[in-house]
């Protein structure tokens, strides 16, 4: 009888090695310039960090607090505490700064395609403003600090053209969308535009503007959140890398005065 061989074993195959799991993706809205630029700049250093940043464009003042809300995105990018904070009273939201959150101050700043001189405003002139409230306070203060209006009280910062006491020039107020300022140029005296919208419209803010808010601009912007993801483990590790030196030396070096460090 023939004897019968052993059948050799064959080792069972290994498992396929498990994929790494998938990094957190943080979605953020932001204006085009220059909050998604420097949201670009921090990309792969938030990627080190363990955290996939996707960067979501929004061209106006309203959609970016909305997408919070509306749990589209996880945070903005684009705005200061007093737009916040008017947005908040206005349409009964419930969006936060960011613990840390400030990130920059673009200083506010009026242009003109007429005159060169503040001096050579003349009597009747039309300025445009922008027509969110934050922002036309602000405009008002600033036209106050060049002595072209008095307001009733100059630390009001809702002031509304209701605002004002004293109007030497008779100037006329048009208010517009902030993102319609630069366009409106030709047809108005003087435009008070947010220096995003200025950069945009290759304004040079610096260089273009007759008159700009100082550094000292209680105005930072900043990084916003809902109250209930505000404090997440992501947005604080974004928040770190947006106040390092590599992101401060850059903002200095591109936009050159336009935009200024708040950290």
Known sequence: MRKLLPIPSVPAASAA????PAQPLLRVAASPVPHAEILEFVKPKLKAQGVDLEVKVFTDYVQPNIAVADKLVDANFFQHQPYLD???RDRKTRIVAVPGGLV???PFGAYSNKIKRVADLPAGATIAIPNDPSNTG????LLQKQGLIKLKDPSKILSTARDIAENPKKLVFRELEAAQLPRALPDVDL?????????????????????IEGAD???ANLLAARNDNAASPALQKLIAVLHTPEVKKFIEEKYKGAVVPAF
């Open 17 to 20: 090695p498990a994929a790494p």
């Open 86 to 88: 008017a947005f908040n």
């Open 104 to 106: 920059h101050v673009e």
């Open 138 to 141: 602000r405009a008002l203060v």
């Open 191 to 211: 435009a008070l535009i947010n220096t995003n919208y200025a950069l945009e419209a290759k304004l040079v803010p610096t260089r273009d503007a007759l008159f």
């Open 217 to 219: 601009s209680p105005y």
